[in-house]
């Protein structure tokens, strides 16, 4: 990949990149060499818009328009490495928006399946997404909510919008041994934590990783 350099800076996307992964990611609880080394290969400049690129790598969120945003770095790498995710996994994706997770996972991954309600990103992330030949990804524009059926079982759902309950509909599209990372709303004072589940044979293994915050979740889970 040729060099660019930011507006503001001198140092190159690419040694931009490298810092994010050594200062962001390495210093923290990044510990899984495929996700380290995806965050590395991935442009994540080429998801943002134009006039931000150069806060591209900066520690933390940024919008891409239509009240969404790209998540933190750190929380990137994480979701995804929670998903603990094999090179024969097939990974379905709540919330495509600008298209950098569904790279990463595009990385990791055999097959992605990520749905999006808002077109206009959908649009823009087939393009970006298409320029970097993510050929394992399939997109839609559909309601988050109901996930993507026709398509499941998954063996990994991440979803990049917070939900004040867990959509039913994903945990049946999850397959046996399969995990679901999702933001959830889970007290009165509004507040989103990480939570995984993992589907078992006897049922669903839940654990409580941080606090975060995210755009809500929109569409059917409102009803």
Known sequence: MKKRRSYNSSISFDEQRRRMVDDQLKSRDITD?????SMLRIPRHLFVPPKRQDEAYS??????????????????????????LRDTSR?????????????????LAKEVYSVEVIPELTDKARRILKKLGCRNV?????DGFLGWPERSPYDGIIVTAAAPKLPEPLIAQLAVGGTIIIPLTTDAYGRQFLTRLTRESDGLKRSTLYEVRFVPMVGQVEE
């Open 91 to 107: 990974v379905l994706e709540i919330g495509t928006g600008c298209g950098y997770q569904t790279a990463i996972l595009s990385d």
């Open 59 to 84: 520690d933390g969120p940024l919008q891409i328009g239509h009240g969404q945003t790209i998540s933190q770095p750190y929380i990137v790498a994480s979701m995804t490495q929670a998903l603990r």
């Open 33 to 37: 060499t495929n996700v380290l080394n």
């Open 138 to 142: 399939h997109t839609d524009v559909r």
